[in-house]
C-alpha cells in the first residue's frame, strides 16, 4: 500500500535561494517520507485532506530509483503543472489510483493556475458537468475561454460547438 501526501491546490511551491531539490536528500521508493524529508522551509505543511490509499504496480524493485509515479508525484507537489496535470487525470480515469474526482479537481486547478491550458479544458469540463465539484456554467466557461486563448484546440472545438 502507497499512502500519497496530502496537497492544496491553493499552496505555492518554491525554493529558498540556498536549498534546491539537488542539495536535499529523499529516501528511495517512499514519496510521503521524501515529501516529509523536505526542509520546512522548502515546502509549507499540506492543508488537512484525506489521504488516499492506493496500491501501485509500478514500483521499482530497486530500493535506489524512484518508480515513474513517483518522480510524477513528487512534480507535482513541487509545482509542475505537467505533473499537476498527470496526477489529475490519474484520478479522474482511475489509473494507478482509485477514482477520485475531487482529488483530480484539486490537481486540474492547481496545474491550471500555473497556466496549463489541457488542465484549465478539463477543469472546464468538471465545471460543466459538476463532476467533483458543483455545477458552474459560468467558471466553465470562463476555462474554456481561457485555454482556448493559449491554443489548446479541445477547448477551441468546445467553445465552436457551445457558443451561440
Not at 17 to 45: E, F, G, H, R, S
Not at 61 to 72: A, G, M, R
Request: charge should be negative.
Amino acid at each position: 500500500m502507497f499512502t500519497l501526501p496530502s496537497f492544496s491546490a491553493n499552496q505555492v511551491y518554491s525554493y529558498p535561494a540556498a536549498t534546491t531539490p539537488a542539495t536535499t536528500t529523499l529516501p528511495p521508493n517512499n514519496v510521503t517520507a521524501a515529501v516529509q524529508a523536505i526542509p520546512a522551509n522548502v515546502m509549507p505543511a499540506p492543508a488537512p485532506v484525506p489521504q488516499t490509499t492506493a496500491t501501485l504496480s509500478l514500483l521499482n524493485n530497486n530500493d535506489t530509483e524512484l518508480s515513474v509515479f513517483e518522480h510524477i508525484m513528487m512534480l507535482a507537489v513541487f509545482g509542475e503543472r505537467d505533473a499537476q496535470l498527470i496526477l489529475g487525470q490519474f484520478y479522474e480515469f482511475g489509473e494507478m489510483l482509485e477514482r477520485n474526482m475531487p482529488s483530480a479537481v484539486k490537481w486540474y486547478q492547481a496545474a491550471a493556475n500555473n497556466g496549463n491550458a489541457e488542465a484549465q479544458y478539463r477543469l472546464g469540463l468538471c465545471y460543466e458537468m459538476g463532476d467533483g465539484v458543483d455545477q458552474n456554467s459560468e467558471k466553465a466557461l470562463k476555462l474554456f475561454r481561457t485555454a482556448a486563448a493559449q491554443g489548446y484546440p479541445e477547448a477551441i472545438r468546445h467553445l465552436r460547438q457551445h457558443e451561440p
